[in-house]
C-alpha cells in the first residue's frame, strides 16, 4: 500500500472511487465526488491523499480550510472529508492509514487543528473529539470534531469552504 498526493492522472479514478464509495452510504447525497471537483478547481484542495494498491487508488481523503464564525485570520484549521474507501477492501485500515497521514501532514504545514463531521465512534479513535465551543450549524453537537494540534484555539460556528455546497 503506497500513500500518495493524488496526481493529475488519478482525478477520475477519485471521482469514480468516491461515487461508489457513497453509493450505499445512509448519510451520501450522491455529490460528494462533485465536493471534491469543486474544491480542486477552486484552489482549495489543500491536501488530497490518494491509497494506491497494485496500481489502483483505493482509498482517498480531502482537506480543504474551514473558517471560523468570529472572523479570525489566524484561524489555521482545515476540514476532513470526503474520504473514500473502495467497498471491496473496507475494513482493511486504509481510511485510518489516510486519515492518519493526512494529520501528520498538515501537523507539517502548521495547522492549529482539524474539524470534521462524522461518527464519533470511529473518529475517537484518531483524537477527534466534541466541543461546544466549536459548532456547524445545522448539525448535532456530538458528530461534529475537531483535532487541536496546539492548546490554543478560538470558538464559534465553523464554515466549510464554499465547494462544499454546489
Same mark, same amino acid.
Given at each position: 500500500? %503506497?500513500?500518495r498526493p493524488e496526481?493529475?492522472?488519478?482525478?477520475?479514478? &477519485?471521482?469514480? /472511487?468516491? $461515487?461508489? @464509495?457513497?453509493?450505499? @452510504?445512509p448519510h451520501a447525497d450522491g455529490t460528494e465526488h462533485l465536493i471534491?471537483?469543486?474544491?480542486? @478547481?477552486?484552489?482549495?484542495?489543500?491536501?488530497? /491523499?490518494? @491509497? $494506491?494498491a497494485g496500481g489502483a487508488v483505493v482509498g482517498h481523503v480531502a482537506f480543504s480550510p474551514v473558517? /471560523?464564525?468570529?472572523?479570525?485570520?489566524?484561524?489555521?484549521w482545515y476540514g476532513l472529508g #470526503? %474520504?473514500?474507501?473502495? #467497498?471491496?477492501?473496507?475494513?482493511?485500515? &486504509?481510511?485510518?492509514m489516510l486519515i492518519h497521514e493526512g494529520l501528520e501532514r498538515?501537523?507539517?504545514l502548521g495547522a492549529a487543528g482539524c474539524v470534521l463531521l462524522g461518527d464519533p465512534a470511529y473518529y475517537n479513535r484518531f483524537g477527534f473529539v466534541s466541543d461546544p465551543r466549536?459548532?456547524?450549524?445545522?448539525v448535532p453537537p456530538e458528530y461534529f470534531m475537531h483535532v487541536a494540534f496546539s #492548546?490554543?484555539?478560538?470558538?464559534?460556528?465553523?464554515?466549510y469552504h464554499p465547494g462544499f455546497y454546489g
Open positions: 500500500m %503506497i500513500l496526481r493529475t492522472d488519478d482525478v477520475d479514478a &477519485i471521482r469514480q /472511487l468516491t $461515487e461508489t @464509495a457513497f453509493r450505499t @452510504a471534491i471537483d469543486r474544491l480542486r @478547481a477552486a484552489g482549495a484542495l489543500t491536501l488530497s /491523499l490518494v @491509497a $494506491e473558517s /471560523l464564525s468570529d472572523g479570525r485570520t489566524d484561524w489555521d #470526503p %474520504i473514500s474507501v473502495d #467497498p471491496a477492501r473496507q475494513g482493511e485500515g &486504509i481510511g485510518g498538515l501537523r507539517a466549536l459548532t456547524l450549524d445545522g #492548546p490554543v484555539y478560538g470558538g464559534g460556528t465553523v464554515s
